[in-house]
């Protein structure tokens, strides 16, 4: 028996690579009679589809989301470092996380004026590749001023320990011991401007930027930590 090529779409998520191994491990010549006289066949296409990389939540296209990203440029860095602390830097972010940020603002549940009217003519598709290309670029760590290091040590018994007393727990088991975040929803911190991120601490705490999860533990922080827990993860290596 001939081998068919009919099938397709035994890969949950639509990927052309697992939908060709699919195609060859799905076929009827591997699942008709023949099945057993190929084994070789059957551990070929098993070895394939193991050895092919797990499916990232982001299928963008870091090469047509370089050209997209010139108009990004001018706020956030050509390559996703900003200059200037108004603008966070978006280098180096994990891979889901730019995209699923550009979705709430061009829905409106993040609320901020310059990104809505940025968003509003992109395509998922630019979406993707918006953050594929940003995800992909390396991230300059800033360094903490010589006045601000103690500051920046209390900041850090909080990052790592939390603040048990008031039941807040660690960042560093959302946010990474680096800081560098988890794909795709846990953002990286490190190599953030700390102006930024303190100022989405207390975005969280008044919910003009509502999460579930952030709001919660940005409520129970003052000022004064959130400005120390910012110092010191915008720099953790
Ligand atoms: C005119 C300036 C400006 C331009 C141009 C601009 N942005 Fe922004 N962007 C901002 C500002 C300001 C914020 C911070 C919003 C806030 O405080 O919530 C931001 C926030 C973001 C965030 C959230 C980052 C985070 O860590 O949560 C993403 C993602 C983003 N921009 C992507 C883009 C992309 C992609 C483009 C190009 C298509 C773009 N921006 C163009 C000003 C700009
Ligand atoms: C239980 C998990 C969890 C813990 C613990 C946690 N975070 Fe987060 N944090 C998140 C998630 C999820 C987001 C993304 C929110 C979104 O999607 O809008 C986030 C977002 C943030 C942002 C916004 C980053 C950006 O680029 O806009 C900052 C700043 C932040 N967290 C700081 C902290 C600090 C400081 C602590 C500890 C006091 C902490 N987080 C603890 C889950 C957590």
Redesign the pocket.
Known sequence: MRASWGWVGACPVSCDRHTNVARLFWSRELLGTSVMKRPTSIIIALLIFVATPIHSAVAGDAVAGKV??Q??A???GADGNSANS???S?AG?VPGY?AA??TLFKSGN?A?P??AG?VAP?SQTDIQD?DAY?SAQQSILGSIPEADVTAAESGGALYRGGFKALGVAPCMGCHGPAGRGIPPKY?RLTGQHPEYLE??LQ?FKTET?KHRVMSPIAFLLTPQQMREVSLYVSALK
């Open positions: 997209k990203a108009l990004c001018a706020c956030h108004q603008f966070p978006l972010q730019i940020q550009l993040r901020n310059v990104m940025m992109l918006l940003f953002p100022r989405q975005a930027r």
